[in-house]
């Protein structure tokens, strides 16, 4: 009797999910880009016309076809990819960074939300936003440049887990990072560099073998790669393999991320 009593204690009265706070959390954050849309959506959209602009025009004549297709072509998809993990992690990173140096963290923490239902409700934020900026420049690439999806099924799943994959980096980083100094330098030297040196703009089989081997250690080759077998039907490697490394990735990084939640690790003073 007594057994049971405790454990009707320790049941939340909103059950096994507090399905109203998790899609609470998860409106907060989609909103919160919505109402700055012209910064969060509009400005990477402006920002991947100029990559590809600039490099087509200062590479593409020149550069000739790329796996058997034209340079434009071959960049467009991972110019895509690249501003979708970038907008991934700055939607979980910025809230949970902004939060703890303004001090109302605490708002996130105290209502009866477990470590798994903060994760879900981040990451819905972070996979929204990468979402809708991947739509707006593949209908961008589809009325420039006349790109329209191979696999879109499989261009779609490699961006929505590589939007949770960064989004889950996102929430490690913004739990890590104590001030916005620290912020940026993740972003500057761990987020960046890895998205520019994965096959964005060249076909890794034109690296030396040291390179090419670093390269496919990296996670966000595959989402590159995947998304560019989705979009324009060439790859540097296994879109299956990619799939599999990009899912384990999503899936680790964000346990790791859970577990911080659950100890509350710099999160509680």
Not at 197 to 225: C, E, K, M, Q, R
């Amino acid at each position: 009797m007594q057994q049971t009593g405790q454990m009707m204690a320790n049941e939340r009265r909103f059950g096994r999910v507090n399905w109203l706070g998790l899609y609470t959390l998860g409106q907060r954050e989609t909103l919160r880009f919505l109402n700055v849309w012209t910064q969060t959506l509009l400005a990477p959209l402006v920002t991947a016309g100029l990559f590809m602009l600039i490099f087509t025009i200062a590479i593409g004549p020149r550069r000739g076809e790329v796996m058997g297709v034209d340079f434009t072509t071959f960049i467009a998809p991972g110019i895509l990819m690249m501003t979708v993990i970038q907008n991934a992690f700055a939607n979980t990173s910025s809230s949970i960074v902004v939060s703890k140096v303004q001090g109302n963290i605490v708002d996130t923490l105290m209502p009866p939300l477990s470590a798994g239902e903060l994760v879900l409700g981040y990451l819905a934020g972070g996979v929204a936003r990468g979402l809708l900026v991947a739509i707006a420049i593949a209908v961008a690439l589809w009325v420039f440049l006349g790109i329209v999806p191979h696999h879109p099924l499989t261009a779609l799943y490699f961006v929505i887990v590589g939007a949770a994959l960064l989004s889950g980096i996102g929430m490690v980083a913004g739990i890590y990072a104590e001030k916005f100094d620290q912020m940026a330098a993740i972003t500057n030297f761990i987020v960046t560099p890895l998205a520019f040196l994965s096959g964005t703009f060249y076909s890794v089989d034109a690296l030396p073998p040291l390179l090419n081997d670093i390269t496919h250690a990296n996670p966000i080759f595959y989402l590159i790669d995947g998304v560019r077998w989705g979009m324009i039907g060439v790859s540097d490697s296994s879109p299956l393999l990619g799939a599999v490394v990009a899912l384990v990735s999503t899936v680790a990084i964000n346990l790791l991320a859970w577990s911080f939640f659950r100890r509350g690790y710099r999160l509680k003073a």
